[in-house]
């Protein structure tokens, strides 16, 4: 099976790649994370030579909300929840931020003491990433558990709709946008039974964080939030061992080695993959080719190196 | 290390008018070399010129800064040393015999522009302009609607703006932030500019901004109950009637500069739990410690005599607060002073200094900070 991760599409390659790679269509596209603006796909599907089929995965989910306003409530109360959880998980980061850059201006006493209280300050963020991602499991598992999807009509008819469509697909092109909108609709329409792991996808933005296990948002130039990054939720798990990181040089301070390294090693066995503009990696059975760009322990972006390095091989700090 | 221009020019040989052309031809005026910064102005050839000063508001520095005349010639400069990423207003002012006379530096086309009047604008080393404060086409712009409402509390018509944010629609809900001195705001700190820019960059929530302007100012926005009565029991229940708003504290913000600020802090401490954040810049939070001396004059009356008492039995008032004050500005201690005060009330402050004055400009480079602090946008969401 083969993904490729794009860089972010402002100036979009894709149709040097669909020819690059000898990609046949028909092309399934999913731009649930544009929201209002999904149908509006002209130029995407000139990149793909008229050869594309839109599942429409964000208008088919406000067909289900307006036509199960008991599952559109609770969904909404949900978001609500989860969102919540995330503000308070994000207050215990910021401390835990302002304690590692305390640790990094200080210079009296022990460097040798100082690097352990940073190795303590990271694994406290690990301590707390996996028990953020534990709990948003616990909310989402409830929810399930309460408003089983297959059981509901209004999204049985969309689901088998979606899955017909995907049956008849030649790989899957999965465009950026809002997360959120884009997971929930992914998640809703049981894209990974319906077939979505078989195909080859071509992912880029929000959807390359989509398909991967863990989904981690990150702005470290933002007014509001922690001030680092942040796990927010599962993905579809299509790429396991690989954390990716869209539009890295404008969202992350990648300038900072000690701040990147740190990156790397919070989340350390996965790979932290930066997607910058014309980046392309081409991922054969989930392998993570030498050429790709990573961010080492270190803090550096460097190519990946080694032979056959699977994703997610990478040592924990 | 260079010899400054101006030094440079000195020791030029002959010295004379036709030189200082060509100079003043090549140069940008006030001259920034690191952090020096000449000012310079130029007389006519049959002028008498007595003296002249740069003038400014800079705290703790003195007002006026003679010029000197350089050699015999026509032109006077002062060299002034300004830390980066300053911004400083001034002016030029000019003796001739008994005659003074000020104004704007004809050297310099950079202008500040308030209600009082412009100025000019020296920008030192390292200050950038934001380019979110400027138009930009991307940008889908937002709608400013007028609205006149019969303010009863104020015993007078109150003309507000009323900004939609684009892509509006009825069906949602979105956050009110009430600005005061409206069209100064929109006006002098570009603010319909930056309102279009953040919300399409996603830095601040979609937003409804009243844009309110006063009838007496310094009477209405120095505590006066009746101000806050106007904005708590009729301004605001029309809007939320009016228009599609969230109707909830977290959905409610105040905003001013410096009286515009005590405005916001006195009809928030009036309506505590009504409102859930306020945006005060340089505000002008003036108290005293001892005695009833505050030098502010007797506008300043009824504001010190509510900070006073506030100061001795702080409360929360709001939820969360951004303030901002220039540290070239007199208000900076007052301002310093209150963020340990507010902060020691529980509520959740946000407090930022600038290398610049009390002035629109000040204001609008803080309006990023401040507004995607209190309604932040969705762009930690998005990734495209």
């Known amino acids: 099976m083969t993904v490729v991760l794009l860089g972010p599409q402002r ?35 000139r990149h793909l030579r008229g050869r594309s089929r ?65 190795a303590d300050a990271v694994q406290v963020l690990r301590g707390m990433d996996k028990q953020h991602i534990a709990r948003v499991g616990e909310i989402q598992a409830s929810f399930y558990a309460k408003y089983p999807p297959h059981e509901r009509p209004a999204i049985v008819r969309h689901r088998h709709e979606v899955a017909q469509l995907l049956a008849d697909a030649g790989a899957i092109i999965l465009a950026g946008g809002h997360i959120i909108e884009l997971l929930d609709a992914l998640h809703l329409f049981n894209l990974n039974p319906a077939g979505f792991g078989r195909l080859p996808i071509v992912a880029w933005s929000a959807g390359a964080m989509a398909i991967t296990s863990r989904v981690v948002l990150f702005d470290e130039h933002s007014v509001r939030g922690p ?85 997610g091989d990478q040592p924990t700090a | 290390m260079r010899k400054l221009a101006i030094n440079r020019l000195r020791d030029r040989k002959p010295l004379d008018e036709a030189r200082i052309d060509r100079f003043l031809q090549r140069q940008t005026v006030p001259i920034v070399e690191g952090a020096k910064c000449t000012f310079l102005f130029r007389g006519g ?44 207003e001034y002016q030029i002012e000019v003796r001739r015999g008994e005659h003074y006379e000020r104004f704007n530096d004809p050297l310099n086309p950079k202008l500040a522009h308030s209600p009082v009047g412009s100025s000019s604008v020296c920008q030192a080393a390292g200050y950038t302009e934001p380019e ?39 069906t949602q809900r979105y956050p009110l932030l009430v600005v005061h001195d409206g069209d100064d705001f929109l006006n002098f700190a570009a603010m319909k500019n930056v309102l279009d820019n953040l919300i399409h960059r996603r830095d601040m929530a979609e937003t409804i901004v009243a844009f309110t302007n006063p009838g007496d100012r310094i009477k209405e926005y120095a505590n006066s109950a009746q101000h806050a009565r106007f904005l708590h029991s009729e301004l605001i229940p029309r809007l939320e009637s009016e228009l599609p708003l969230l109707g909830t504290p977290a959905g409610r913000c105040l905003m001013g500069a410096s009286f515009g600020a005590v405005a916001s802090l006195s009809t928030a401490y009036r309506y505590p739990g009504f409102f859930g954040s306020l945006v005060v810049q340089s505000g002008s939070f003036v108290f005293t410690d001892i005695g009833n001396t505050h030098g502010g004059g007797p506008a300043f009356d009824p504001v010190v005599r509510f900070m006073n008492r506030y100061r001795a039995a702080p409360t929360r008032v709001v939820d969360r607060m951004y303030m901002s004050c220039g540290i070239y500005e007199p208000l900076i ?52």
């Open chain 2, 132 to 170: 979110w404060a400027k138009y930009d086409p991307e940008s889908r712009p937002g709608e400013l609607l007028d609205v006149i409402q019969p303010a009863g509390a104020l015993r007078h018509e109150s003309r507000c703006r009323v900004y939609l944010p684009a892509r509006f629609n009825a």
């Open chain 2, 45 to 88: 050839e049959h002028d008498s010129v007595d003296e002249v000063w740069v003038c400014h508001r800079i705290v703790g520095q003195p007002d006026r800064v003679p010029m000197k005349r350089l050699g015999n010639t026509t032109l006077w400069y002062a060299i002034m040393e300004l830390p980066s990423g300053s911004r400083v």
């Open chain 2, 333 to 384: 201690v007052a301002n310093r002073s209150m963020v340990p005060v507010f902060r020691g009330t529980g509520m959740d402050v946000r407090y930022s200094e600038a290398r610049d004055g009390h002035s629109w400009e000040d204001w609008r480079d803080r309006l990023r900070e401040g507004l995607s602090w209190i309604y932040p946008g969705a762009a930690q969401y998005y990734y495209e």
């Open chain 1, 11 to 45: 100036r979009p390659n894709l149709d040097k790649l669909v020819t690059s790679l000898d990609l046949g269509g028909p092309f399934v596209t999913i731009t649930a994370g544009w929201q209002e603006r999904e149908k509006d796909d002209s130029e995407l599907d």
């Open chain 1, 227 to 311: 001030g680092c990054s942040e796990v927010f939720d599962h993905g579809l798990g299509v790429l396991t061992g690989v954390t990716v990181f869209p539009s890295a040089k404008q969202r992350l301070r990648t300038g900072d080695r000690q701040n990147m390294g740190l990156l790397a090693q919070r989340f350390a066995p996965s790979i932290c993959v930066p997607l910058d503009p014309g980046a392309r990696v081409v991922i054969e059975h989930g392998t993570l080719p030498a050429d790709a760009s990573v961010i080492d322990a270190t803090g550096a972006m460097r190519p990946r190196g080694g032979d056959d390095a699977q994703a």
């Open chain 1, 54 to 118: 839109n599942l429409h995965l964000w208008h088919r989910m406000q067909s289900v909300f307006e036509n199960d306003p008991q599952y559109a409530a609770a969904h909404r109360e949900r978001r609500a929840q989860l969102l919540e959880l995330q503000e308070l998980y994000q207050l215990g980061l910021s401390h835990t931020v302002q304690f590692l850059n305390e640790l990094r201006t200080r210079t009296s006493g022990s460097a040798a003491l100082r690097e352990l209280a940073v």
